[in-house]
């Protein structure tokens, strides 16, 4: 087994911050040492095969995105990052480990879906995945198949309150499937979002002729989060079910939350970047001159990005200090504007609705720490020790301890990342400064002051100094345990 010592760094945890050097033997984590630390009287850097010098660095547990849609089949066409494309982007950004969502349709088994994103999937990541369970279809054998989900390492399930006809659950459908979170401890992930409004208030701004990807953001109105919000912590109340609420973007929906946990609720958020960056007056009303009045497309995606002149991204960072908002995830679902956003230049319902950012979360969340909106062990814990625990796979991951998977990013906050992707005077990309697969860079213009210098994944070197080293398939399935986040 191959050994490492990464020294000289400040490792950083959830807790706090120290200087030390981290031994890796093989695949996990030896021990934490003092820096420069003697065993049986010899340096231990002499005694490694491998030392990676992290002077002036930080040294932390390698990123988890707990929600990615790889290949997802979405809007009359799919996801453009496969497996391979999206993990090995998220790799380049300090993420080693994603949680993606199977889905299961209407008419299909919950089992024959789980099966396929193992086809999907399987001996083709760069980084460690494992799995939430997307239920489209609430049916007596499906509720039987959920219960076994745990003996899958799957411990959470996605439902929707939006989008009628797609992945749609009405409320009798949550309330049997919430009971079954009740009996087995699975995490109910919620899209909140009252689908069945949303979808009348779009069609009357069509009618009137209100077709531009601004008004993606018009229809889906923030009442219409903060109700579904409600309505979501009012079923998980009665069943009893631990509630996680994602991709939140309303400043009211996390005043319903916030309200849920000081009641003892076992209710739980994440929200990602783009609720925190990005508005929908300086994003989804864009014009440009390669895309004219499209341009919005690129940022439609639901929940949507909200005004700021409402003060919702301030208010999400808030939520980030005070723990009413626990952790950050991507919602990463990249469409390409070409043939797959395109599909709604006369009709924003039309536009696929996703994001891609999952090589850039860390970076997006770094720059939160020198902006002071949050601090650096804050960071740690919303990327990567949170999602962690809340899904069922600290002590393995989200920590930098003896017995823990050896994924760790050595990050440099002296150095600095650019994001976006060079166009020539006929806007034709001259080149990529991401490595996702779509057409096109939703954070074009975003500078980090912090640079993802080494990427580890089990020991293994995969990303170092701006080249990539690992290889397609040196990810594994992770099976995850029930969430060890329950208060
Ligand atoms: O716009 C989004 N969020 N696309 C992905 C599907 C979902 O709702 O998470
Ligand atoms: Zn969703
Ligand atoms: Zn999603
Ligand atoms: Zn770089």
């Given at each position: 087994m191959a050994t490492t010592l990464i020294s000289g760094g400040t490792v950083v945890s959830s807790t706090g911050r120290a200087p030390a050097d981290v031994l890796i033997d093989g695949e996990v984590i030896k021990a934490v040492l003092s820096p420069g630390s003697t065993l049986f009287g010899t340096d231990v850097a002499a005694s490694v095969d491998t030392v990676i010098d992290a002077t002036g660095k930080y040294v932390i547990p390698g990123g988890i995105d707990a929600h990615t849609h790889m290949e997802l089949p979405f809007g009359?066409?799919?996801?453009?990052?496969t497996f391979e494309t999206g993990t090995r982007a998220a790799a380049w950004g300090g993420t080693t480990a994603i949680i993606d969502f199977a889905v299961q349709t209407f008419g299909e088994r919950i089992e024959d879906s789980l099966a396929a994103w193992h086809g999907k999937a399987s001996g083709n990541c760069a980084i460690d995945y494992g799995f939430h369970q997307i239920v489209g279809d609430v049916t007596p054998d499906s509720l039987k198949a959920m219960a076994k989900l745990p003996d899958e390492g799957i411990t959470s399930f996605k439902m929707f309150m939006a989008y009628p006809g797609v992945f749609y659950s009405d409320d009798a459908q949550i309330l049997k499937a919430m009971q079954v979170s009740r009996d087995t401890g699975l995490m109910t992930m919620m899209h909140a979002e009252n689908g069945p409004v949303i979808d009348v208030l779009a069609e009357q701004l069509v009618e009137q002729g209100k077709t531009d990807p601004y008004y993606h953001g018009v229809a889906r109105a923030w009442e219409m989060e903060e109700e579904a919000t409600h309505r979501a912590i009012m079923l998980a109340k009665l069943t009893g079910a631990p509630l996680y609420i994602v991709h939140v973007s309303a400043k009211q929906a996390v005043e319903q939350i916030a309200g849920a946990r000081d009641r003892g609720q076992n209710v739980f958020a994440e929200t990602c970047p783009q609720y925190l960056y990005l508005s929908l007056e300086e994003q989804l009303g864009a014009q440009s001159e390669?895309?004219?009045?499209?341009?919005g497309a690129k940022w439609v995606c639901s929940t949507p990005l909200r005004s700021r002149e409402e003060g919702h991204q301030d208010a999400m960072w808030q939520s980030l200090r005070t723990n009413d908002v626990q952790m950050v995830s991507t919602d990463h679902c990249p469409f390409c504007m070409k043939d797959q956003k395109e599909l709604?230049?006369?009709?924003?319902?039309?536009i696929p609705n996703g994001m891609g950012t999952v090589e850039h979360r860390m970076d997006l969340m770094y720059q939160g720490v020198v902006t002071g909106e949050i601090t650096l062990e804050r960071w740690v814990e919303l990327t990567s020790t949170t999602p962690a625990r809340m899904f069922g796979i600290y002590g393995r991951k989200g920590v930098i301890q003896?017995?823990?998977?050896?994924?760790i990013v050595v990050y440099d906050p002296n150095g600095h990342t650019s994001i976006g992707m060079p166009v020539d005077?006929?806007?034709?990309?001259?080149?990529?400064?991401?490595?996702?697969?779509?057409?096109?860079?939703?954070?074009?213009?975003f500078e980090i002051?912090?640079?993802?210098?080494t990427v580890l994944s089990r020991g293994k070197v995969i990303v170092d100094n701006d080249q990539y080293l690992g290889s397609k398939g040196d990810g594994r399935f992770m099976k995850r345990g029930l969430t060890q986040y329950l208060t």
């Open positions: 009359g066409t799919a996801a453009i990052d390669q895309y004219g009045h499209f341009e709604g230049l006369a009709d924003f319902r039309k003896p017995g823990a998977d050896a994924d005077e006929n806007g034709k990309p001259t080149g990529k400064k991401h490595h996702m697969n779509m057409d096109h860079a939703a954070w074009e213009g002051d912090g640079h993802v210098d």
